[in-house]
């Protein structure tokens, strides 16, 4: 089974990708992780082909679950070999509540958030715009919309869409998924 998750920042991509993974026996692989680089340096400004083929080294073998979203790189090497597709279509009010609740829990035990770059969540940020509060407040109407569209694209395709609602929809999706896989 190959998994992608994908929905705003901040709405439980990573939580969720973790319970998958470990449900189904699989890789999770966490885009995030591989284009954030030491000091915050991105590879998809920086050198998009490594982060390209990154992506397409660690979506090679047969079980994976991936957590992110990277639409322009990751969807044209994820989606093809995906079996599934997840999109955490969750309200504003629960990604806002839950990216805020992550940012200051990072932020307050300062925590690497991607070992080995030593970037870590700072308060003094927060204000930024591509901080992950307000980018997830400002892309929120965007994302959903685009989100929609590739779930209309792919409605004849090979890959079995699940879209929720509710984060209270997920572990059922897991049991489901795992038991599927077993």
Known sequence: MRVAIIGSSGSGKSTLARSLGEALG?????????????DWRDLVTHDPDAFRDAIAAAVEPDRWVTDGNYSRFAWPLILPRA?????????????????????FMRAASGKELWPGTGNREQFSRWIDREHPIRWAWDTFDERRKNFAALFERLQDKPIRLHRLRFPREAPALVDRL????A
Do not use: F, G
């Open 178 to 181: 795992a038991a599927e896989a």
């Open 26 to 38: 699989a890789p999770v692989i966490e885009l995030d992780a591989l284009n954030w680089q030491a």
């Open 83 to 103: 079996t599934d597709l997840i999109w955490l279509d969750y309200s504003r009010p629960v990604i806002m509540k839950r990216v805020i609740t992550r940012s």
